[in-house]
Nanobody, 128 residues
């Protein structure tokens, strides 16, 4: 069974950091472009970042550029989202998702696209 599982969410004070993990089972993540999304209560889901499969090219939403970093560890079959300088407006459920393997570059799809597999989400709350 193909599955993505997010972890690493929690409660953090403004200015703090968290590292989210997206672990895959049933398939090899390095063949897939992976996106991170978030959804806050009462708001639409938005793309946060994505990493391409062919050359690890990275894309970021304007709201997180310079604060968040996406990376992958193929040996651990995991993609990470390092989040620094967190703000209250970053509070949301964060999801990772995988594009089909024939889509190598995620730049056109970092906000929406034909993502095949989704994790269950992990809650991030930024509050003092």
């Amino acid at each position: 069974q193909l599955q993505l599982v997010e972890s690493g969410g929690g409660l953090v004070q403004p200015g703090g950091s968290l590292r989210l993990s997206c672990a895959a089972s049933g398939f090899t993540l390095d063949y897939y472009a992976i996106g991170w999304f978030r959804q806050a209560p009462g708001k639409e889901r938005e793309g946060v970042s994505c990493i391409s499969s062919s050359d690890d090219r990275r894309y970021y939403a304007d709201s997180v550029r310079g604060r968040f970093t996406i990376s992958r560890d193929n040996a651990k079959n995991t993609v990470y989202l390092q989040m620094n300088s967190l703000k209250p407006e970053d509070t949301a459920v964060y999801y990772c998702a995988a594009l089909p393997p024939y889509i190598l570059y995620c730049g056109s799809y970092y906000n929406q696209g034909p993502y095949d597999y989704w994790g269950q989400g992990t809650q991030v709350t930024v509050s003092s």
